[in-house]
């Protein structure tokens, strides 16, 4: 007996050791530390966010942010890390659930935790628990030491008798304890992506939410920039640069406290969604993907680009293709002999493929304008008699791949598909219907509808598997917003559509992992890092006017890689130059989207060159370091550059907007070069019989020289641009 006391004492002081060994969970980067504490009442509230601390002997020191009451005494308020409803915290909650008995208080306390390698860092998994309901949630946090970036999702599930009602789930919270915040967002519309703003966040909430269900991107991107004391800057000062991924109605709280901090909330949008989560039923949130910089913006976009490539975009290390799309040239007025021409135009070109655009598909309802045929994946006959096995023939005539447009998830009333399975689309029983872009969207809730959509790409591959490319459209937000499928669990549709969404996608990835593919959305209405798992590019926006694609692309350049962005040069704002508008799609994945017809001898002399450069220089432009140097935002002028990770090679694009007369023009001060190594400047991509007019043509600079004293590229010319070569000697 008292053998058996000791060994219980020797028990439980070993399990106190363990308690006290746990309390503390260290998730760092090479450059960051967020530092999660077990308090006392077991609950776990974040201790640290912030650059990385130098002495893990400090730690232990660190508070765990709980508050004060009026009366002096200690809440349990605090910076919980996945703060439940219904309790003390008077603030947004990351966890709200209404319990069969009706209770819809969540609290959470801390049960264990664990580490495991993953490719490219470490996956910490601590697993909470309410005492008072058979409630877990699991919180995952995967670290990317070198590039300084984590992301966190989390898993909530319940073992009560019934399904609970889940009102609320976000991917985390962050606490921020600063004198000023100032939050930058990404307002969007069609043709006017990713324009950036910024503002000063004061007490109370500030949300950047969508409720378009797909499409959801439209009127504002999933994500932003939050400068801690100072409006976040390129190459100085503390920001928080965080994005969801979420292909679907997303919201970012931000919400300021009565004591000053402040929180950040990124979830799935709550809006008209109340989830019915069975018993031992998973409820995963989309990951938030976070870099905390102290050297400004421009060095967490090179942690984020960098990152993206090696581990979340689909094939991010590897090639992407040049192309010819038909659309903005012949929008649905083509047939094979003229798609047949466009092939050759494309070898002519340089580019490696030709992409037929919208309007090839629909008999009975031909796609010959966007009323009709969205759901009838089938060769229109009377353009394309031979379907789609002769395009590819003619393609490989004229020696270029062939991929093709799809909007799969859609359908017009005009179709076969509609007049079959009318249930299939997402549509009120009793109200008028409203249309968008005379369409509706697949109720991919459905899993008959996911297997329909699988098999517009599978059929396709199946049929020709010389098929090299999609561009996968959506073009329409969620209207009348109820689902056959679901019937009494409305609740559930704008959930579980996405994710009837990323099915499809994992099935075609599985079948055609080495796949391209182009995410669209009526532009750039979806372009987030969950989707990207899927999708090697996405189409940033149907404005190619140059001009505003400097902003557009500036903007987007904030979050994603170049690689991921596709940018074609068109007939949008011909009062600028086609080497302006090259010179411009460039700076990204380049495509063309105009007819060589409309092009003199000269230009189409300077476009074959300009594609000839681009391809030798694509290593630089897609996988190299990006610096953003000049702002669009800030004065009349645009510049950026990307150096290969070796340093031996940069290629700097310079802009002129609309500069004013006699403006006093600044040099262009270079980043990431080796200041030892010598390089030699050259422009590049001049139209035939065109001198450089850059002073400095030719000559060799150190990278001390260009980084300090620079190059003076701009000009006083409006829309003109140079793209000037650096080559170390
Ligand atoms: C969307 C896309 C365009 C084009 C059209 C075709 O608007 O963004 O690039 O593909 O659809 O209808």
């Known amino acids: ?37 077990v308090a006392p009442n077991g609950r776990l509230y974040q201790s640290y966010y912030g650059s990385k601390l130098m002495n893990e002997v400090d730690i232990k020191n660190l508070p765990y942010y709980v508050h004060a009451g009026s009366d002096g005494s200690v809440t349990p308020r605090g910076w919980e890390v996945y703060a439940g409803s219904g309790a003390e915290d008077y603030f947004e ?43 877990d949630v699991t919180l995952h946090y995967a670290t990317y030491p070198k590039e300084n970036i984590i992301k966190t999702w989390s898993e909530i599930k319940h073992q009560e008798k019934k399904p609970v009602t889940l009102w609320r789930y976000a991917s985390t919270i962050l606490y921020f304890n600063n004198a000023n915040y100032f939050l930058t967002e990404f307002s969007s519309d069609w043709a006017r992506e990713a324009q950036m703003s910024t503002q000063q966040l004061q007490f109370g909430k500030k949300i950047l939410d969508t409720k378009l269900g797909s499409r959801a991107a439209m009127h504002v991107q999933p994500f932003f920039q939050l400068g801690l004391e100072q409006p976040a800057q390129e190459q100085q000062g503390n920001v928080l640069v965080g994005t969801i991924g979420w292909t679907g109605n997303f919201r970012f709280t931000f919400e300021i406290d009565n004591v000053g901090n402040l929180r950040v909330i990124p979830a ?82 340089g580019v490696d493929m030709f992409l037929l655009d ?43 791949k062939f991929g093709i447009w799809i909007e799969p998830e859609m359908v017009n009333p005009k179709s076969d598909l509609f007049e079959a399975h009318p249930e299939w689309a997402i549509r009120l029983p009793n109200r008028e219907t409203y249309y968008y872009r005379n369409q509706l969207v697949l109720d991919m809730s459905n899993p008959k509808v996911q297997d329909y959509v699988f098999n517009v790409v599978d059929k396709i591959m199946t049929e020709n598997p010389e098929m090299a490319y999609f561009k996968w459209d959506c073009n329409s937000p969620i209207t009348n917003i109820y689902s056959p499928y679901l019937e009494n669990k409305q609740g559930q549709l704008y959930i579980d559509h996405v994710r009837g969404v990323y099915n499809v996608f994992n099935r075609v990835k599985a079948k055609y992992p080495n796949l391209p593919i182009m995410l669209c959305s009526g532009g750039g209405a979806r372009c987030d890092y969950e989707a990207l798992k899927y999708f090697t590019e996405f189409w940033c926006s149907d404005n190619t006017d140059p001009i505003e694609r400097i902003y557009i692309q500036w903007g987007f350049s904030q979050i994603f890689p170049s690689k991921a962005m596709c940018a074609h040069v068109t007939s949008w704002n011909k009062n600028t130059s086609v080497k302006f508008r090259t010179d411009i799609a460039s700076m ?31 290593k630089v432009i897609l996988d190299g370091e990006q610096y953003r140097l000049v702002s669009p935002y800030d004065c009349n002028h645009m510049s950026i550059m990307y150096v290969a990770p ?23 001060k270079l980043q990431g070069l080796n200041p030892e190594q010598m390089y030699k400047v050259e422009e590049i991509n001049l139209m035939p019989g065109v001198a450089s007019t850059l002073d400095v043509n030719g000559k060799i600079f150190s990278g001390d020289y260009l980084m300090k004293v620079g190059l003076n590229a701009f000009t006083t010319t409006n829309a003109n641009s140079r793209v000037i070569e650096i080559t170390a000697q």
């Open 358 to 400: 919208d309007g090839w598909f629909g008999n009975k309802h031909p796609r010959n304008d966007d009323h009709a045929g969205l759901g009838d994946w089938e060769a229109m006959r009377s353009k394309l008699p031979g379907g789609i096995p002769a395009l590819i023939q003619l393609s490989k005539e004229a020696g270029v």
């Open 268 to 349: 799935i949008n709550p809006y008209a969604s109340t989830y019915e989560l069975k018993p031992n039923e998973v409820f995963t949130t989309p990951e938030f993907i976070f870099t905390l910089s102290n050297q400004g913006t421009g060095k967490a976009s090179r942690n984020l680009h960098t990152w993206a490539r090696k581990y979340q975009i689909n094939n991010g290390q590897g090639d992407r293709l040049t192309l010819l799309n038909n659309w903005e040239n012949t929008y649905f007025d083509f047939n094979q002999e003229l798609l047949g021409n466009l092939m050759k135009e494309a070898k002519h070109l």
């Open 588 to 618: 990204c994945k380049l495509g063309f989207d105009l007819g060589l017809k409309d092009l003199n001898a000269d230009e189409l002399t300077y476009c074959q060159d300009a594609v000839a450069n681009w391809k030798r220089l694509k």
């Open 1 to 37: 007996m008292k053998k058996l006391t000791v060994l219980l004492l020797i028990m439980l002081c070993a399990m106190q050791v363990k308690a006290t060994e746990q309390k503390f969970i260290r998730i760092s980067t090479d450059a960051t530390d967020l530092i999660l504490q």
């Open 646 to 668: 070796d340093k031996n090679k940069s290629v700097l694009f310079a802009y002129d907007i609309h500069p004013r007369f006699q403006e006093k023009l600044l040099p262009i």
């Open 93 to 135: 909650p990351a966890i709200a659930i209404t319990h069969n008995d009706g209770n819809p208080s969540t609290i959470l306390r801390y049960v264990s935790s664990e580490r495991k390698e993953i490719t490219g860092g470490t996956e910490t998994i601590i697993l909470l628990r309410d005492d008072k309901y058979p409630v």
